[in-house]
């Protein structure tokens, strides 16, 4: 038997009113807010986010991982593979299966099939499969007010299963509907019409009916239908042609407070189904790009055993509203704001990779002989002065209260210009050093409870930096 | 640890105009204060035997000590390029001062300069390393603005006291550069004006911050005994003390932000060579790292110049201007006259040295009857720190 061991979502803290992105142009809103990546967030740190929540509750270690995959659209690079990065920086171990998808916003739904496939024929005891995007639509477009960014994370395995894998259904159809070009910036489509009709509407109405007829079902015995749709009157009509009740059988589309997050918006919603699932639910979870996925997934007794991962409510209900589109186009590189003080030493290749225990697995040093621990790595104690005799510990997922900071406004970019330079005191005794995030910076106090999150820093070298930052702690439960 | 009290002094010092000196290059600056200080000795470029150079940055890459041979056409001589941060100056000094008292040398020349105008960037220190490691954006007053806050709470100061008390500092030290005709800034300010300026690094606003500025400082050292050869009123090497912390503080587990080791062990280190037990009464000036109001503010505990938590009390009754117990500052610090890195360890001491001959370029600043001054640079993220003790009269 193979399934889904645990799961987890990311909607990034900011939101912003589409009224704001509609006045910009003097046009309609289609109601609601969207999600909107921080300058400092892309479709890697996403992703690190959500496999991070899906793996708060999960009995496995971190080195108990076989493997991770990553789709997105939105891969930072064109030719370097993301999931590696991804597995290092949640610390899992170097002999695991990754594997990037892309393409096509059917690569997470792509990446689950693959992951089921290896982890049911034995290859590996489990994968984790993360999904992220970060799509660019035309400024002024429908779909800059409906897209938004997220990601979502589920782990597949053979052992303690929350829902259990039934079967799939998928078909391949050419199409040229909504597509980009190596040299595009935005995402284009063909006449609305033809894309939502002969395109998205008759994909996933094929892969869902034949995944029913294959699996000896009537639309009636399905708890809930997960169908990622491009806008919500599409999902409306898409669902009631497909025959499911709309009050109790499909799943919000999240387009109202999220937006349409591309490959990862099915194993969102898919995670918001199992926070509300019961024992012996049967899920069927769709996702359209060139032809159309289905996948059948029946819920376990070991549904609800996710207790301490943070819920799509929580994410609904804490964050931050951006209150210019032009700032939003200036942090999605539309706009240039004028530069901040660039750096003027370049960050290394070989640097970063001879630090990335400390950089990227973000391990501190803890002294055999006198117990300090020292962020980052320290072969000689500061304390005791014992060489090369420590151990490493896991910084990221520890929580810590802010010991001093300063709120530094020459250093930032331009359009977010106010840096609050943080001195933790960690729940380890260590100090974490860094930028906060996603903060109020005239909100910030000494003790204020923060926790570490993986961000991009700067660029440079041609290549992308991250590190660890930190930010207020989130607040649990569906407040 | 051996001492060289009273074994070296100085006889000649120069000190370029602090600013924003658009005119001048490296070169430039190296010229102006040297020249200076060769005819204050009554010494020639070619009876120099040695050089110490301070300086961190260049406008460019690969600056050695060639940059003051270059300029001052020194032929075949030994010159020792020192890159301490902040305390590049001060130690370069410190050095000179050793290869005298070790006798390789009798007349060897001290020299900091820095070019920070070049850069195009009005701030100092953005961006530190290669890998993101201990990268997060810091600036300088990024960094020492992390002082301010905790000390606020360690001693029970609202943030508005806690503003208004380094305010306080920024005012005296514009008022002390407001009689400096080789200051970079020479203009009073009111508490007012200071507590409303535009924030750089919460807590510390624009007149908490130091000038950004190009100079240059230099010093010609001699062998104690021989002193008097050159001029009938040398300024002698007291003591002093180099002192660094064994780990970034910002990393360092259990740190206050408060007390810092190298501030206390470097001036420590200072006043048992220098003989002195009580810094607060026995010193008759000193020339500290006011990089920012808040580092001032903790080097007056630090140097044990006021009680741990009681500078305050010190601050609001004066006991820091030109007319108070200890005058600190005299010539505007790095807030007025200007912190050119490299440069700034040498004009502290061209500053001591000229109060100490009673030769204070305006009579209405020179402090009366000064004996003994201290300098002091704070370099680095903080982390190192370097004193100097001054007298002018042996024993």
């Known amino acids: ?479 | 640890m051996g001492s060289i009290k009273d074994k070296v002094a100085i006889v000649g010092m120069g000190c370029s105009k602090f600013g924003e000196r658009w005119d001048a290059s490296l070169e430039d600056l190296v010229i102006e204060s040297a020249y200076e200080a060769f005819a204050d000795a009554g010494v020639r470029p070619e009876d120099i035997e040695a050089c110490y150079l301070g300086l961190l940055t260049a406008p460019t890459g690969g600056t050695g000590g060639t940059v003051v041979s270059n300029a001052l056409k020194f032929k075949d001589i030994p010159i020792l390029r020192n890159e301490n941060w902040c305390a590049s100056g001060h130690i370069a000094m410190i050095e000179a001062c050793l290869a005298v008292a070790s006798g390789a040398f009798d007349t060897v020349m001290a020299v900091g300069v820095e070019k920070l105008k070049d850069t195009g960037f009005p701030g100092l220190g953005t961006g530190r390393g290669m890998t993101p490691v201990l990268e997060a954006r810091r600036t300088s007053p990024g960094s020492f603005g992390l002082i301010g806050k905790r000390y606020f709470e360690t001693y029970g100061l609202s943030d508005k006291e806690g503003k208004e008390t380094i305010a306080k500092i920024a005012v005296k030290n514009h008022d002390n550069g407001s009689l400096c005709p080789k200051a970079h800034f020479q203009n009073r300010i009111t508490l007012e004006q200071a507590m409303n300026a535009p924030i750089i690094a919460w807590p510390l606003g624009l007149f908490d911050c130091c000038g950004n500025s190009d100079g240059s400082a230099c010093a010609i050292v001699t062998r104690a005994d021989a002193a008097k050869n050159f001029r009938p009123d040398p300024v002698y090497l007291k003591g002093f003390g180099i002192s660094m912390d064994a780990v970034l503080p910002h990393v360092r587990p259990g740190f206050d932000w408060t007390r810092f080791g190298s501030l206390i062990n470097s001036s420590r280190r200072a006043y048992e060579m220098a003989g002195i037990k009580n810094p607060r009464e026995e010193l008759d000036l000193a020339e500290v790292h006011d990089c920012f109001t808040i580092t001032e503010l903790t080097i007056y505990e630090n140097f044990g110049f006021s009680p741990w938590g009681k500078a305050k009390a010190d601050i609001d009754n004066g006991f820091f201007t030109r007319e108070g117990g200890l005058p600190v500052n005299t010539d505007g610090g790095l807030k007025c006259f200007g912190h050119p890195v490299g440069a700034s360890g040498i004009r502290m001491m061209y500053e001591v040295y000229k109060q100490l001959q009673g030769k204070a370029d305006k009579p209405e600043r020179q402090i009366k009857n000064a004996r003994l001054g201290l300098t002091h640079t704070f370099g680095g993220p903080p982390q190192l720190s370097a004193v100097a003790i001054f007298g002018n009269e042996k024993g």
């Open chain 1, 1 to 479: 038997m193979v399934g889904i061991v645990s799961y987890g979502a990311y909607i990034p803290a900011l939101r912003i009113d589409r009224n704001v992105i509609a006045e910009a142009w003097g046009r309609n809103a289609i109601g609601g807010e969207r999600s909107v990546a921080n300058h400092d967030e892309d479709s890697i740190t996403m992703a690190v986010e959500a496999a991070a929540n899906c793996l708060l509750d999960t009995v496995l270690e971190r080195e108990g991982i076989g493997g991770l995959y990553f789709a997105s659209t939105t891969a930072p690079y064109q030719e370097k593979m993301s999931s590696t990065l991804i597995a290092t920086v949640l610390d899992l171990g170097r002999e695991i299966e990754t594997t990037d998808f892309a393409n096509s916003l059917r690569s997470g739904t792509g990446a689950l099939k693959a992951a089921l496939g290896m982890t049911g024929c034995g290859s590996t005891k489990n994968l984790l499969v993360t999904a992220a995007d970060q799509r660019l639509a035309y400024p002024r477009s429908d779909q800059e007010q409906v897209f938004g960014d997220g990601a979502a994370a589920v782990l597949v395995g053979t052992e303690n299963l929350t829902a259990t894998f039934e079967g799939s259904y998928a078909l391949c159809e050419e199409i040229v509907d909504v597509w980009r070009n190596p040299e595009d910036r935005y995402v284009k489509s063909w006449e609305n019409r033809f894309v939502l009709e002969e395109g998205f509407t008759a994909g996933m109405t094929a892969a869902v009916s034949g995944l029913l007829k294959k699996c000896n079902l009537k639309a009636a015995d399905i708890a809930k239908a997960i169908l990622p749709a491009p806008d919500a009157r599409t999902h409306r009509t898409l669902a009631q042609k497909l025959g499911f009740d709309a009050k109790t059988q499909v799943q919000d589309p999240l387009i109202t407070n999220v937006g349409y997050c591309g490959t990862a918006q099915p194993l969102i919603m898919l995670a918001a189904a199992l926070e509300a699932a019961k024992p012996g639910d049967l899920l069927l979870l769709a996702a359209y790009g060139e032809g159309a996925d289905a996948l059948l997934f029946k819920v376990t007794d070991g549904i609800g055993r996710q207790t301490s991962h943070r819920s799509l409510q929580s994410f609904f209900a804490q964050k931050r509203m951006l209150t210019s589109y032009t700032r939003y186009l200036s942090y999605r590189g539309i706009l240039e704001a004028a530069p901040g003080e660039p750096f003027r030493l370049f960050p290394s290749a070989t640097t970063s990779w001879r630090e990335r225990k400390s950089s990227l697995r973000c391990h501190a040093s803890k002294c055999r002989q006198c117990g300090l621990v020292t962020y980052p790595i320290q072969r000689v104690c500061y304390q005791c002065r014992s060489k090369d005799d420590f151990d490493e510990v896991r910084m990221s997922g520890l929580t810590g209260k802010v010991f001093t900071f300063s709120l530094d406004n020459l250093a930032g970019r331009s359009d977010d210009p106010s840096i609050v330079q943080t001195v933790v005191e960690m729940e380890n005794g260590s100090r974490f050093y860094g930028i906060m995030t996603d903060c109020d910076p005239a909100s910030v106090t000494l003790n204020m409870p923060v926790e570490l999150t993986f961000r991009r820093i700067y660029e440079g070298a041609g290549f992308h930096n991250y590190f660890w930052k930190c930010r207020p702690v989130w607040k649990g439960g569906t407040e």
